[in-house]
């Protein structure tokens, strides 16, 4: 059996009301005698407080709840570990949810979202009913939000908690950090055209994101405006696999077959994200193709792992961390500020034939 309050008052010899004051975290605290004689019954016996005993004393639950769409993601476990890094030094503990419901097989059907709206949905109604202390929607924001979410997100705000979203939302009274996608992406493709590329094919990723829809307008703008147009424009999931088919599709709609088969210039694969390229660059190999020679590759994030893999890949570097010690510090704090902004800077690599030594900020 549980060792009960009581039990650890009348070891120590006190009240019930000043035992839990000493071990449920109340701002009224005894006399340092009294409470140092409190925790060392507490010990002795082995007693475990009750958090929900802690947050009633403390009108606090020391939570955060993180809603990411796929741990396994570098991208989304970078946020996270930025995240928590803020929130330990802050004496919070985060409770983390994912919205991964099998999309990886790059499916980008209603299902799929429907299925990850309520994957959502129920991560949220669950650190609400935790009484999270605040909520990071770290996940890419939906063109359109889940009007049961916004509501229930809003009535959540209103009653003290508080919540960060990693991009624009329609979310009433949530806190945004807005990521420099858009100009991000039209950074990106300015960087490459100067190496002389002049033909792309973009990977788009899932049309109904928000964070796919910024990059592929930058990537877009940057063409137009040196007058080129994409070969090809291909959606996908965001993920490895998604790449790997959105990549075979491409190919085949290019009837780019075999080595040498490019045409006059080399094709360069831009990728909504790094997974999508890292799996471009698995789907090129399937197909005999040499990477930067017959085709190039860029993506955008610049993950942790990217160092993991030859050739290096060009791509947008983020501060992920940051972006995630960001979010907790917006969560956490008291004051009115309702957002930030974040931008990143190019990194060109082996994989848009550059050298790693050449590369900028590599």
Do not use: W
Not at 8 to 25: E, I, Q
Not at 115 to 124: D, G, I, P, R, Y
């Amino acid at each position: 059996m549980p060792v009960k309050l009581t039990e650890v008052a009348r070891l120590a010899g006190v009240s019930l009301a000043t035992a839990s004051r000493v071990l449920n975290g109340s701002s009224r605290n005894p006399a340092a005698d009294i409470t140092e004689r409190v925790r060392v019954a507490a010990e002795e016996l082995g007693y475990v407080a009750n958090a929900q005993a802690q947050a009633l004393a403390r009108s606090t639950t020391g939570l955060v709840g993180l809603v990411v769409h796929d741990i396994a993601d570098p991208y989304f476990s970078a946020i996270a570990h930025g995240v928590q890094e803020v929130a330990l030094k802050s004496r919070r503990q985060v409770l983390l949810a994912g919205t991964d419901f099998g999309g990886g097989d790059g499916a980008t059907d209603g299902s799929t979202h429907s299925a990850t709206h309520s994957a959502e949905l129920a991560a949220v109604n669950a650190f609400i009913s935790y009484r999270t202390d605040a909520i990071i929607l770290a996940t890419s924001r939906f063109l359109e939000e889940d009007p049961l979410l916004s509501r229930n997100l809003e009535r959540y705000i209103k009653n003290g908690g508080r919540v960060v979203t990693l991009g624009a939302t329609s979310i009433p009274h949530a806190k945004v950090i807005s990521i420099g996608n858009f100009e991000g992406a039209r950074d990106l493709v300015a960087a490459l055209v100067d190496r002389g590329l002049v033909r792309f094919a973009i990977l788009s990723g899932p049309h109904d994101r928000n964070t796919a829809r910024s990059r592929v307008s930058g990537f877009h703008q940057a063409l137009t405006e040196r007058e080129l147009t994409p070969l090809a424009v291909v959606e996908g999931e965001f993920s490895s696999r998604g790449g790997f088919n959105a990549t075979l599709e491409c190919l085949d709609t290019l009837e780019i077959v075999a080595a040498g088969t490019s045409l006059d210039s080399p094709l360069c694969i831009l990728a909504a994200n790094d997974v999508m390229a890292l799996g471009a660059m698995t789907a090129l190999r399937s197909r005999g193709l040499r990477i930067p020679e017959d085709v190039q590759v860029a993506g955008f994030d610049d993950i942790p792992t990217l160092r993991d893999h030859f050739p290096g890949l060009s791509t947008y570097r983020l501060p992920l961390e940051e972006i995630g010690r960001l979010a907790a510090t917006l969560a956490l704090e008291a004051e009115t500020q309702t957002g930030s902004t974040v931008t990143g800077t190019v990194v060109l690599r082996e994989s848009a034939g550059t050298t790693a030594s050449s590369a900028n900020g590599a």
